[in-house]
């Protein structure tokens, strides 16, 4: 039987070719196995392998939308930090974080925003 690391490394290599086909034939593997409490973690090693290989999908959140500028500093930043060759961004608007950038990519997450400089305020994290 598969693990779930090869499962990751083989539905990674097959995105390339074409995401529906990818995404069914893992949605397969975890009906088939009975490990269907697993798919989050299925996906995140899917994006490990894939930023391991250049690619790599990061969340943009922000409580306002960036400027082409401020998105370009941000595209740049993740690049020269995770050494991406290819980089898709999802770009978040959420007026709950007040201000500030949150970015997430596989494994990492940079917390810049007001919300969370708020709550560690408010909580005794300064």
Known sequence: M????????FVASKLRDGRKDALKQAAAWLQDTGRARQTKYLA????GVMAREGY???????????SEAAESEVKSYIKEQTGAHNLEL????????????RVEVPGAEIDATVRRKLAR??????
Not at 2 to 9: E, H, I, P
Not at 44 to 47: R, S
Not at 121 to 126: M, R
């Open 2 to 9: 598969a693990s779930r690391g090869q499962v990751a490394a």
């Open 44 to 47: 995140e090693d899917v994006a």
């Open 56 to 66: 790599v999908y990061a969340r943009i959140t922000t409580a306002r939308k960036l």
């Open 90 to 101: 999802e770009m978040v608007v959420d007026r709950d974080v007040i201000g500030g950038v």
């Open 121 to 126: 305020f408010v909580h005794g994290g300064y």
